[in-house]
């Protein structure tokens, strides 16, 4: 899937890896989790965050690979959906 800059992804991107580096520090949030979330947004826009991505995909694929199937049906079921919605519409 190729990446599009949008202003929403980059804007979600930074703000999970902003959770992700408090969640570092604080016991609360999973840092991990959100550095992770963040790279997979921005990984189709910066050379670093794909970089980033690749190195996780080596030590997790497993996850990384659920993680894209997950995005797959995700972008397949909102296209579905927003297909329901035009034919409702005159």
Do not use: C, H, N, T
Not at 42 to 51: E, G, H, S, T
Request: net charge positive; glycine share 10%; proline share 4%.
């Amino acid at each position: 899937m190729a990446g599009q800059p949008s202003l929403a992804r980059k804007v979600a991107g930074f703000l999970l890896l902003g959770l992700g580096a408090l969640g570092l520090v604080l016991p609360l949030l999973q840092g991990i989790l959100f550095l992770a979330l963040g790279l997979f947004i921005l990984r189709d826009q910066y050379d670093w965050a794909r970089a980033a991505m690749d190195k996780l995909r080596a030590r997790w694929p497993r996850q990384v690979e659920g993680v894209e199937a997950m995005e797959g049906r995700l972008v397949a079921w909102s296209q579905r959906q927003a297909e329901r919605v035009r034919r409702l519409l005159p």
